[in-house]
Antibody, heavy 119, light 107 residues
């Protein structure tokens, strides 16, 4: 069954902003670290970033390619994680997956949301 | 950041062939490496964790080895459902980094 559902993808102009959301059906959502991984069309996987759980102060990590432009946040009451993307570039065009880290990069994946950055 | 390389970038093989894919890290990552299989239009699926442990439910024809900076994924007898792209992922240091992938297709 589908456990993670992303939304918010679409077409945006270079320099613009977009916010992706991911809702998790798992009742233990709050305990888990949540990651975002992206895949440009016809290209490989790129790890985007992570948000830890409350016990670890919701601390975040980012790939160098998005640091300072992307922000990951979460709302445990809504079992949701978010990816705020600012100053978007054409190179950010990709399918964005949210992923629940069960343990040591053992992920439960969403179905992906397509973000297209184009004028 | 740790850079991951994979070789080959692609290979053509026949059903029943033994296939080996190599992943190298730019610095030591202990055994904090996983192997993932991805089919077109689908999310990746982990096959191997901590370099050499088989994920539950994954056929035993898949195996992994290595530690430090050099790792291998071996498929002992390639099956039709194994034609896919394979990625390694290091999760020893932030940011995590994937290898560029190895596409396995039918000869």
């Amino acid at each position: 069954e589908v456990q993670l559902v992303e939304s918010g993808g679409g077409l945006v102009q270079p320099g613009g902003s977009l916010r992706l959301s991911c809702v998790d059906s798992e009742f233990t959502f709050s305990a888990h670290y949540m990651d975002w991984v992206r895949q440009a069309p016809g290209k490989g996987l790129e790890w985007v970033g992570r948000i830890r759980n409350k016990a670890n102060s919701y601390n975040t990590e980012y790939a160098a390619s998005v640091k300072g432009r992307f922000t990951i946040s979460r709302d445990d009451s809504k079992r949701s994680v978010y990816l705020q993307m600012n100053s978007l570039k054409t190179d950010d065009t990709a399918v964005y997956y949210c992923a629940r880290d069960i343990q040591e990069a053992d992920y439960v994946w969403g179905q992906g949301a397509l973000v297209t950055v184009s004028s | 950041d740790i850079q991951m390389t994979q070789s080959p970038s692609s290979l053509s093989a026949s059903v029943g062939d033994r296939v080996t894919i190599t992943c190298r890290a730019s610095q030591g990552i202990r055994n904090n490496l996983g192997w993932y299989q991805q089919k077109p239009g689908k999310a990746p699926k982990r096959l191997i964790y901590v370099a050499s442990s088989l994920q539950s439910g994954v056929p035993s024809r898949f195996s992994g080895s290595g530690s430090g900076t050099e790792f291998t994924l071996t498929i002992s007898s390639l099956q039709p459902e194994d034609f896919a792209t394979y990625y390694c992922l290091q999760h020893n240091n932030y940011p995590f980094t994937f290898g560029p992938g190895t596409k396995v297709d039918i000869k």
